[in-house]
């Protein structure tokens, strides 16, 4: 079994930062690739940024410039560094796991007040 755990979200004013923390356990045989995404109430989920096993990121447009993706391979951890939250970053932000069918966390929630 993979578990896929989420930390880090809060309540944060507009302007502000928060680290999200990913954290991926369980039977994972090989490093593969990683990738955050993010639901607002009352829109379907999009894609935030991802990151492979070697470490090449790639960000949804919206957030180029301000979020930073990282990984520790050696932890099966994944983060995501937010700067300059704005108040349409508010979201439940998920992790998922490109391993097999892929894996997902249970959500961590993020709101940013303006």
């Not at 039977?27 to 995404?37: D, G, L, P, S």
């Not at 470490?55 to 949804?60: M, P, S, V, W």
């Not at 447009?61 to 349409?88: C, H, I, P, W």
Request: a positive charge.
């Amino acid at each position: 079994q993979v578990q896929v755990v989420e930390s880090g979200g809060g309540s944060v004013q507009a302007g502000g930062s928060l680290r999200l923390s990913c954290a991926a356990s369980g039977i994972i045989n090989r490093i593969v690739t990683m990738a955050w995404y993010r639901q607002a109430p009352g829109k379907q989920r999009e894609a935030v940024a991802s990151i492979t096993r070697e470490g090449i990121a790639n960000y949804a447009d919206s957030v180029k410039g301000r979020f930073t993706v990282s990984r520790d391979n050696a932890k099966n951890t994944m983060y995501l560094q937010m700067n300059s939250l704005k108040a349409e970053d508010t979201a439940v932000y998920y992790c998922k796991l490109f391993l097999g069918e892929g894996y997902w966390g249970q959500g961590t929630h993020v709101t940013v007040s303006s």
